[in-house]
C-alpha cells in the first residue's frame, strides 16, 4: 500500500493529507468546545470548585491512559476505523459494530450540541435572537469545511485551534491579575470556595459523591475528542511519529487548560450562580469565560472572548462532523455500515457520511420545540454517555490487543509506542467508564418528582447500546475472537475473515 493513501476494495480512497501541525490541533479542536467552555459551569454548580477539580483531575489521568492505550494501537494499525475496527479483530465484530454506530451518533449529536451552544452565544449580542437560524448558517459552513479535502479540514481546525489556544491562555493571565486583585477590582480570596449553598452545603466540595459523578459525566464531554487521533491516523503522512508526537504533547495542553480553567472559575464566579450551566436547565446565559472577562474592566473583552468562544464551538463541530463520517466511511468498508457511505470523491472525502452525519447534526434545530438549554441538556446527556462507551470500548480494545501480542509470540520492544502502566491503565479506565455510565444521571431518581423525559434521555442509549451488540451477534453468529487469530495486519479488515 502507498503511503500516501489509504485503498478500499472499489479503488476508492481517503488521502494521507494530514500533517504532523494537523493531527495535533485536530485533537485539540475536538476536546475544547463547549466542554470547556459550558460544561465546567455545570461541573462547579454541581459539585463546587473543588468538586470539578477532583472529577476533571481523576477523568485526566484516565482518559491519558486510554490516549496511551488508543497511541499504542494506532501506531501499529494506523487504520481510518480505528477503535471499531480494533473491536472487531481484538475482542468481537458485534462489539466493534456497536461502537462504531454508537461513535458515529455521539459525533453527530455533539455538533449538534455545538450548534444550539454556538445560538446560545449570539444572544449574548442579539438577545431576541432565532437560534435556529443562526444553527444553520453554522451546520452550512461545517459543511462545506468538510466536503472539500481532508486537507482543508485540517487547514482550518489548525487555525481554529490555535485561536482558541491564544484565548484560553489570556483568560487564564487575566484571571489570575483578578484573583490578586490588580484587574476587576477587589480580590475575592477564598470566599467563592467556602460559599454556602443554602441547603446546608459549604464548598468548596458540595453534594456528596453523585456530584462528583455528574462532574465526572461533564469531565468526559469536556475531553471528548482527544481520541480522534485514533481515526487521523487514517489520513495521516507519517502516523507512527505523528500519532505518538501528538497524545504526549496535546493531552496535557488540554489538562493544563482545564484545570487552570476550572480554577480561576472557582476563584472569581461563586458556585451558585444562576448563570452556570445547570442540570435540566431550561436556559443558559452565558459562558463563565464571558461572565468573568465582563467583570475583568475591560470593556470590550467580553464580546472579544465570546467571539472566540464562538470560534471554539465551531472549531468543535468541525472535528465532529470529521470523526463522525470517517467512522462511518470505515464500517461501510467492513459490511457495518451501507456500502454507499464508503464511497469518496477524487478528492479522498467520503461524501455520503459527511452528509449523513450532517443530517443528524440538524436535530440542533429541534431546540425551537423545547427550549436553547433543554435541547442542550439533551445533547449533552447523550453525548457524553456515548463518549463513555467509546472510551470504554477502547480499553477493552487494548486490553485484548496487547494479550493476542504476547499470546502470537510478538515481541513488545518491536511496537513503536508502548502505554504506560499496563494493566492497571486500561482496567482502571474499564472500572471507571462503566461506573460513571451507570452513575453519572443517578441525579434522575432523586429528583423531587420523577420525570419519563428525564430517564429517557439519559438512560435509554444504555439499552440501545446492547441491543446494537447483540443484534449483529445473533445474526451474524459472531464469537469472541481467539487471541492467537487476531489480526495485526494493516490490509482493512473484512466481516467474517
Same mark, same amino acid.
Given at each position: 500500500?502507498?503511503? #500516501? ?16 501541525? &494537523? $493531527? ?6 475536538? /476536546?475544547? =468546545? ?25 477523568m485526566g489521568i484516565v482518559v491519558y491512559f486510554l490516549m496511551t492505550s488508543l497511541g499504542e494501537m494506532a501506531t501499529k494499525l494506523p487504520i481510518t476505523g480505528s477503535f ?9 465484530? /458485534?462489539?466493534?459494530?456497536?461502537? =462504531?454506530?454508537?461513535? +458515529?451518533?455521539? +459525533? ?16 449574548? +449580542? ?22 472539500? *479535502? ?47 449553598d443554602g441547603h446546608g452545603h459549604r464548598g468548596p466540595f458540595v453534594g456528596g459523591m453523585s456530584a462528583i459523578m455528574i462532574g465526572f459525566f461533564a469531565a468526559g464531554f ?25 497524545? #504526549? ?12 480553567? $476550572? ?54 463541530? #468541525? ?13 461501510? !468498508?467492513?459490511? !457495518? ?24 447534526? *440538524? ?27 467509546? +472510551?470504554? =470500548?477502547?480499553?477493552?480494545? &487494548? ?17 513503536k509506542y508502548k502505554a504506560l502502566w499496563f494493566p492497571l491503565g486500561p482496567i482502571l479506565a474499564m472500572i471507571l467508564c462503566t461506573a460513571v455510565i451507570f452513575g453519572a ?33 445473533? !445474526? ?22
Amino acid at each position: 500500500m502507498s503511503t #500516501n493513501e489509504v485503498s478500499n476494495e472499489s479503488g476508492s480512497e481517503l488521502k494521507r493529507s494530514l500533517k504532523p501541525r &494537523h $493531527i495535533g490541533m485536530i485533537a485539540l479542536g475536538g /476536546a475544547i =468546545g463547549t466542554g470547556l467552555f459550558f460544561a465546567s459551569g455545570n461541573a462547579i454548580s454541581s459539585s463546587g470548585p473543588g468538586g470539578a477539580i477532583v472529577s476533571f483531575g481523576i477523568m485526566g489521568i484516565v482518559v491519558y491512559f486510554l490516549m496511551t492505550s488508543l497511541g499504542e494501537m494506532a501506531t501499529k494499525l494506523p487504520i481510518t476505523g480505528s477503535f471499531e475496527t480494533y473491536a472487531s479483530r481484538f475482542v468481537d465484530p /458485534a462489539l466493534g459494530f456497536a461502537l =462504531g454506530w454508537n461513535y +458515529w451518533f455521539n +459525533w453527530a449529536i455533539t455538533v449538534a450540541a455545538e450548534l444550539v451552544a454556538a445560538g446560545l452565544i449570539i444572544k449574548f +449580542w442579539f438577545p431576541t435572537t432565532r437560534t435556529t437560524i443562526w444553527s444553520l448558517c453554522f451546520l452550512v459552513i461545517l459543511l462545506l469545511l468538510n466536503i472539500l *479535502s481532508a486537507k482543508t479540514f485540517g487547514e482550518s481546525e489548525f487555525w481554529f485551534a490555535s485561536i482558541k489556544i491564544c484565548a484560553i491562555i489570556i483568560f487564564l493571565v487575566i484571571g489570575v491579575l483578578m484573583i490578586f486583585g490588580i484587574m476587576g477590582g477587589k480580590s475575592p480570596g477564598l470566599e467563592n470556595w467556602v460559599l454556602n449553598d443554602g441547603h446546608g452545603h459549604r464548598g468548596p466540595f458540595v453534594g456528596g459523591m453523585s456530584a462528583i459523578m455528574i462532574g465526572f459525566f461533564a469531565a468526559g464531554f469536556s475531553f471528548a475528542g482527544t481520541e480522534v487521533i485514533g481515526l487521523a491516523a487514517g489520513e495521516a503522512e507519517n502516523p507512527e511519529k505523528e500519532v505518538p508526537k501528538a497524545i #504526549n504533547t496535546v493531552f496535557w495542553r488540554i489538562l493544563i487548560f482545564y484545570i487552570g480553567a $476550572i480554577t480561576v472559575i472557582g476563584f472569581l464566579i461563586p458556585f451558585t450562580d444562576p448563570n452556570l450551566l445547570k442540570v435540566g436547565a431550561e436556559n443558559i446565559a452565558f459562558s463563565p469565560f464571558t461572565i468573568i472577562f465582563q467583570r475583568s474592566g475591560i470593556a470590550i473583552a467580553a464580546s472579544l472572548m465570546n467571539a472566540v468562544i464562538l470560534t471554539s464551538v465551531l472549531s468543535c463541530g #468541525n472535528s465532529g462532523i470529521y470523526a463522525g463520517s470517517r467512522m462511518l466511511y470505515a464500517m461501510a !468498508k467492513e459490511g !457495518k455500515a451501507p456500502a454507499f457511505l464508503g464511497k469518496v470523491n477524487k478528492r479522498g472525502v467520503p461524501l455520503n457520511a459527511v452528509y449523513l452525519t450532517t443530517l443528524v447534526a *440538524s436535530s440542533a434545530f429541534f431546540s425551537t420545540l423545547v427550549g436553547d438549554g433543554k435541547i442542550y441538556m439533551i445533547l449533552y446527556n447523550a453525548s457524553g454517555l456515548t463518549t463513555f462507551f467509546a +472510551w470504554l =470500548g477502547i480499553a477493552v480494545c &487494548h486490553y485484548r490487543f496487547r494479550k493476542a501480542y504476547i499470546a502470537q509470540g510478538r515481541k513488545l520492544e518491536d511496537l513503536k509506542y508502548k502505554a504506560l502502566w499496563f494493566p492497571l491503565g486500561p482496567i482502571l479506565a474499564m472500572i471507571l467508564c462503566t461506573a460513571v455510565i451507570f452513575g453519572a444521571n443517578i441525579w434522575v431518581f432523586q429528583a423531587a418528582t420523577f420525570s419519563w423525559f428525564d430517564f429517557i434521555t439519559n438512560y435509554a442509549l444504555i439499552p440501545i447500546f446492547i441491543l446494537l451488540f447483540y443484534v449483529y451477534k445473533i !445474526k451474524y453468529n459472531t464469537k469472541i475472537v481467539p487471541l492467537k487469530e487476531c489480526n495485526f495486519e494493516i490490509e482493512e479488515y473484512k466481516k467474517g475473515e
